[in-house]
């Protein structure tokens, strides 16, 4: 298995040297801190562009950390399946509503995931305004989104609610230069989103 490039950025500019800073947006933060260790990030490594330089654990980093050289991913996406860059659909989603991969829930990456599945296992025709009529974005505090079903609808996809709490702790930083559309992507939390 290979091992992950990680640097901790020796470059002179001194914006490569600092580290992704809190946005203090989280509710009790000290229980948000990193605690996906390198060895696991190693094992989600060929799911990334040969290339990719990830930072190496910092556990006094939150997932609502920015900057314009790092960007923070959760490792959710790529446990269920997902790998980097992410398909059309899934990524027209989140430029659609500008929110940061980490504000995303499980819940959310598992609706989307099962939707990728769909699409391409059945060659569905499904976008994201269809997706608007299925669900609601919702927040439930230090915003982080979630799919919500349309009240007095059924739940559209069966088992992707299952609650997990150790989400929030398994989170990586990786080179925005070293991989496709890092520097475009959002360099703050977004506040309030929608479909």
């Known amino acids: 298995m290979m091992k992950m490039v ?3 950025s020796p470059n002179k500019d001194q914006d490569h040297d600092s580290p992704p800073k809190s946005q203090n947006l989280l509710r009790n933060p000290s229980t948000k801190l990193c605690r996906f260790t390198d060895p696991e990030v190693d094992q989600l490594y060929t799911r990334f562009p040969l290339g990719t330089v990830f930072r190496p654990l910092d556990s006094s980093l939150k997932s609502d950390s920015v900057s314009s050289v790092w960007v923070c991913f959760p490792a959710a996406p790529f446990q269920i399946g997902y ?22 829930m499980t819940m959310l990456w598992r609706v989307l995931y099962t939707l990728k599945q769909i699409i391409s296992d059945e060659g569905l025709d499904f976008n994201l305004s269809e997706l608007s009529r299925l669900y609601n974005l919702v927040s439930h505090g230090c915003h982080r989104f979630q799919f919500k079903a349309k009240p007095q609808q059924p739940h559209p996809l069966l088992k992707t609610t299952k609650n997990d709490t150790s989400w929030r702790n398994q989170f990586f930083f990786m080179r925005r230069d070293t991989i496709p559309l890092g520097n475009s992507l959002p360099k703050k939390w977004t506040l309030k989103s929608r479909i």
């Open 6 to 8: 990680t640097q901790s």
């Open 83 to 104: 790998s980097y860059p992410f398909p059309e659909f899934t990524q027209r989603f989140f430029t659609l509503t500008s929110t940061c991969y980490s504000q995303a």
